[in-house]
Structure formats: structure tokens, C-alpha cells
């Protein structure tokens, strides 16, 4: 999201502020579908997981949660969440980041399903 939110100059998909640009730190679930899930998996009539996994994977956990938090938020509880059960972390960038798993693998209804 950073590196296409801001250079391709996204606004917002909220009917009542179109004209509003997205920030990288702020953009949310709706504009994310918006710019990114339903462009790249429209063609293809599949979810955005199917589209980016090498594999079927079966969740470990569902995720319910409101669209309109940042993104970034999101990913923050997710990365959280994956510390407090005993993922691996490392830091990366001066922060303390998980280290991908198959442990922990996500439902999240925005990738999962067709839209």
C-alpha cells in the first residue's frame, strides 16, 4: 500500500468524501478492496487468496473486525497477536517484527472471499 497509496495519488472509495486523498497510515479495508483486491482479482473471478497462494490453506484463526480501521492497525493486531501465542519475531527496521508461519494462518473475509 505505502508504495502505490500516495505515487498514484488514491482517493477516497467513500461515496461522501471522493475527492479526500488516502494516506498510506490511514487507508483502510474499503479503499485497500477498492484499489487493490478487486483490480487485481476481478479477470480472474477469484478471491485475493486465491490469487497470491501457492497452496489451499487451512485457517487457524478467523478474523472479524471492522473495515474502516487502518490497515496498518490491522496488521499490527495480527503481528500481535502472532507474538502473544509464541511466533518468532526479529527486528526489522528498528521495529520488533513475526517471522511468517504456518502456525498462524488467517481467515480474513476481505481475501477470502469473491467479490
Known amino acids: 500500500l505505502d508504495g502505490h497509496c500516495t505515487v498514484e495519488e488514491w482517493t477516497s472509495s467513500d461515496p461522501r468524501t471522493p475527492e479526500m486523498k488516502l494516506d498510506p497510515d490511514t487507508i483502510n479495508l474499503y479503499d485497500s478492496i477498492h484499489w487493490v483486491v478487486e483490480p487485481a482479482t476481478k479477470k480472474d473471478g477469484c478471491s485475493y487468496v486465491e490469487l497470491i497462494a501457492s497452496s489451499e490453506q487451512a485457517p487457524h484463526w478467523f478474523v472479524s473486525h471492522w473495515w474502516g480501521e ?44 469473491n467479490l
Open 70 to 113: 487502518p490497515v496498518k492497525s490491522f496488521v499490527a493486531c495480527l503481528r500481535q497477536h502472532q507474538l502473544d501465542r509464541g511466533g518468532e519475531w526479529r527486528w526489522e527496521g528498528g521495529e520488533r517484527r513475526c517471522v511468517a508461519s504456518e502456525r498462524f494462518l488467517y481467515w480474513v473475509c476481505a481475501f477470502a472471499k
